[in-house]
């Protein structure tokens, strides 16, 4: 035994790791489960770099600063690269790093569960998400019907659908309208919206204004909203999806105008990803989802928090 | 200069030239969206909470706060004199800046004095003060109601409830954090 072994804080560890010994155990077979869904329907699993030279410009994302280049905040660059390259049906299950998001359910640090699928847009994918966490609940034994923080979750299919508009006339004190021209959206969904949606059934909230989705497709059918969604479980937002934008010419504009706000608010201005733009006009029409792995443990394993789902935070290093 | 993501429990902030002390804290980013801070805090001067949602682009001013160690001296007019030990200034607080803690100052005490601006605030108490107990009365053997304690007070007139076997004129250390009897002092 190795001196200092006896220490309280290191009895408090070996205390701590030993309690999250279920989630761990829950969430190594929830991994598993996932594979075997995407296999099965003949998804190829792949794994791009963590370490990229330039991410997705996005406003509110913030990379991670290594060496001449960046961690990635999200494999999306990427696993598109390979869409564009004749990859139609890909999965990664993968860690991604965010500069400064830490809370109840942040991690500067996550796992992300991404896939792309050609030839279907965001409404294929609300189906097949759907699918899929069905299919993993099955696999690791568990019912449809799960108590969540005192109340009660029902993942049977169909799950609810409900555009922003609804959800701001249903749940918040202000319009979509005001609260988008006051800069309050985000806080109103926060605050007023997301605690009240997702339960017992989770709910796809969707059609999200076109100035909120630096990546998606417009819609055809609902001018000035995109092809979005954000997927709520019991109030935990768990993933986001959209019809993918495959007009390289209108992608550069977009990511121009979130690099000049970013310039604006004194953040890193990323360099241009080129080489994805270049690749863009090849991509076929598809929808790409990015769900939340630990978030996904979390609300299966009746975890309010993060911290417990994860062996280590970055404060336990 | 901080900005938002600076936010902490703990972090003490100028808000409308006022000193603050994030007392609670919450993270959250809705999907693509900004950062959001949601704080509670607590203003240094006169106690007020304060809720507040701040976004990353938002940016405080550091409070200009100094604890002083200093030595008690006296209260007068509803004041309670202080006296800098490096310094030997002297400095006073009301009797509202002081509160509670007014039960443990006894003569030479010292203390932590929080000063915001060069002005005094408040005050930190060590954790434990050795009082004078000032009166007890005996103990009535067979107070069931009482249990094993009963009420006495202390050179500060503060009233506490201690083991039967306390009596006038002895020494006994208290808690400040919480109020309680933690030992009689040999």
């Known amino acids: 035994m190795s001196p200092g072994s006896n220490d309280p804080s290191s009895l408090l560890e070996r205390e701590t790791l030993a309690a999250k010994k279920p989630n761990l155990r829950l969430r190594a077979g929830l991994v598993q489960a996932v594979r075997h869904f995407f296999t099965q329907r003949n998804y190829l699993e792949v794994e791009t770099p963590y370490f990229i030279p330039a991410p997705a410009a996005e406003l509110h994302i913030d990379a991670i600063r290594a060496g001449k280049g960046f961690l990635h905040t999200s494999p999306e660059l990427c696993m598109k690269r390979l869409l564009a390259a004749g990859y139609p049906k890909i999965f990664q299950v993968c860690k991604c790093f965010r500069q400064g998001e830490r809370g109840s359910r942040h991690l500067p640090e996550f796992t992300l569960l991404e896939w792309y699928r050609a030839e279907t847009d965001y409404l294929g994918l609300m189906e097949e998400c759907e699918e899929m966490v069905v299919f993993v609940l099955e696999e690791l034994g568990l019912p449809p019907r799960l108590e969540f923080q005192g109340r009660t979750l029902d993942l049977q299919r169909p799950w609810d659908r409900l555009t922003v508009q609804e959800a701001f006339e249903r749940y918040a004190s202000t319009s979509l309208e005001r609260a988008m021209e006051s800069g309050r959206f985000d806080e109103i969904l926060a605050f007023e919206i997301e605690p009240s949606i997702g339960f017992p059934k989770p709910v796809f909230l969707y059609h999200y204004p076109s100035a909120l989705a630096a990546l998606a497709r417009l819609s055809k059918d609902a001018p000035g909203y995109a092809e979005r969604f954000e997927l709520y479980v019991a109030g935990v937002e768990l993933a986001n999806a959209f019809s993918e934008l495959t007009d390289p010419v209108e992608q550069r504009a977009r990511f121009e105008k979130e690099l000049a706000k970013r310039k604006e608010q004194g953040k890193t201005v990323y360099p241009m990803p080129e080489k994805f733009l270049r690749t863009l006009p090849f991509m076929p029409e598809s929808a790409g989802i990015a769900l939340g792995v630990d978030r996904l443990v979390m609300l299966l394993s009746n975890q309010k928090e993060i911290d417990p789902v994860v062996s280590f935070t970055p404060e336990e290093l | ?186």
């Open chain 2, 1 to 186: 200069m901080y900005n938002a993501s600076n936010l902490r429990k703990g972090l003490k902030i100028l808000i409308d030239k006022e000193p603050y002390v994030v007392v609670d804290f919450q993270f959250t980013k809705p999907g693509k969206g900004q950062a959001l801070y949601r704080c509670k805090l607590r203003n240094m001067i006169n106690g007020i909470m304060l809720d507040r949602t701040y976004r990353s682009v938002d940016s405080f001013e550091s409070a200009n706060l100094e604890q002083r160690k200093m030595q008690y001296l006296y209260s007068q007019e509803g004041h309670f004199h202080f006296m800098d030990l490096q310094t030997y200034d002297q400095s006073a607080l009301s009797a509202e800046q002081v509160g509670d803690a007014k039960n443990y100052l006894i003569d030479n005490l010292e203390v932590d004095v929080l000063l915001f601006d060069g002005r005094p605030i408040g005050l930190t108490l060590p954790n434990f003060v050795d009082l004078l107990v000032t009166r007890a009365d005996p103990w009535a053997k067979g107070d069931s109601v009482a249990g094993d304690s009963k009420p006495i007070t202390l050179e500060t007139g503060y009233t506490l409830r201690v083991p039967p076997f306390i009596e006038e004129g002895i020494k006994i250390t208290v808690d400040t954090r919480t109020g309680e009897y933690v030992t009689r002092v040999k």
